[in-house]
């Protein structure tokens, strides 16, 4: 039997810990509240990994494992997969998705976008505007970096949302840690 | 007849031992928390568990001369010493589940099943909020359900 969430439940509880992160316990700290969100999408991470990787066989190297969170993992999360994987061979890997289902839902300042010709009061705008939503990409940097160190990958994710609601997640592995055992 | 489970994290600790004494019909628990509590018979099963998970890191780090697939999760028997058979399970994240019997004929698929079901349960105890990776599983759900498992080793599958 299949257990199913409610998305807007989901959505609805997102903002709230951003909201709670960066309004309410670390006020006037957007860093430390990013930290505190990134390590529970860790631990999200590392217990959805657990789960999802239980009826396959096991992973050969790194490549297979960016691509088991861009079909199957992301599939899970979003129903949807990965748009686009880019990689440099050395350890970077791009993750791209078109249309990031937890900001889909977010406005985009229409005067940031359509400006040309950026004055001091639309930059500020600008900036405010991409923290706030850069605040909610801290949880699905957190779940995949909780994945993959579980499978025994340490790496930094990052978040790239130059093109809402395309959302561009940066996996940087620190070293080629990928083991059997 | 199941002498012990236990479960090995991705350092070689362990998560979740448990031992089960031969009885008629019932299976007498022994939960292992420190070495003064440990009977005899205990800390044979430790010294087992703690053998094969050599055998384990051997059968995976060399492929080739054991003739094994790479990507398998169930690893077979790993040694038969003396009277038990220990079979491993490796996961994807690097979780080792060893399973300790002294039955003489053993089917593969058994300990297959047994390593599906094992691992389901697993899964559930891990993804309690209140585990932290890493630390033993307390769960008494977890131990229930892994009773039932045992329980219904090698009875199943018709045929």
Not at chain 1, 65 to 75: N, R, T, V
Not at chain 2, 86 to 92: P, S
Request: include cysteine.
């Amino acid at each position: 039997m299949v257990r199913e969430v409610s998305e807007s439940c989901v959505e609805s509880l997102l903002s709230e810990i951003v909201l709670s992160y960066c309004s309410g316990f670390y006020a006037n700290k957007p860093e430390l509240a990013a930290r505190r969100i990134e390590a529970i999408g860790f631990q999200v991470g590392h217990q959805l990994s657990e789960r999802y990787t239980m009826d396959r066989p096991r992973f050969t190297d790194n490549l297979e494992a960016i691509k088991f969170i861009c079909k199957d993992f992301w599939s899970e999360l979003f129903k949807k997969q990965i748009d686009n994987l880019k990689t440099n061979h050395r350890g970077t890997f791009v993750l791209q998705d078109n249309r990031f289902r937890w900001l889909a839902h977010m406005s985009i300042d229409p005067l940031v976008q359509a400006s040309g010709n950026i004055q001091d009061p639309s930059a500020m705008a600008e900036n405010k505007s991409a923290q706030a939503t850069g605040m909610h990409l801290y949880f699905p940097c957190g779940i995949i970096r909780g994945t993959l160190s579980n499978l025994g990958i340490e790496c930094a994710v990052s978040a790239d949302i130059s093109n809402l609601p395309a959302c561009e997640l940066i996996t940087l592995i620190t070293y080629n840690s990928f083991s059997y055992i | 007849m199941i002498v012990c489970v236990a479960v090995v994290g991705h350092q070689n600790n362990p998560l979740y031992i448990q031992s089960f004494t031969k009885g008629d019909d019932s299976l007498l628990r022994i939960s292992i928390l420190n070495v003064e509590g440990c009977s005899y018979h205990s800390l044979k099963r430790h010294h087992i568990v703690h053998c094969s998970l050599d055998v384990v890191d051997e059968r995976v780090n060399n492929p080739k001369k054991s003739g094994l697939i790479i990507n398998e999760t169930f690893l077979g028997l790993l040694n038969p010493t003396e009277n038990y058979k220990v079979y491993g399970y490796l996961t994807n994240t690097k979780v080792k589940f060893i399973l300790v019997t002294t039955d003489l004929e053993v089917r593969d698929v058994d300990a297959r099943v047994f390593f599906g079901r094992f691992h389901t349960a697993y899964v559930d105890a891990v993804s309690n909020p209140f585990h932290i990776p890493g630390k033993k599983i307390t769960s008494r759900k977890f131990a229930e359900r892994v009773s039932t498992i045992v329980k219904s080793f090698g009875l199943s599958s018709g045929g």
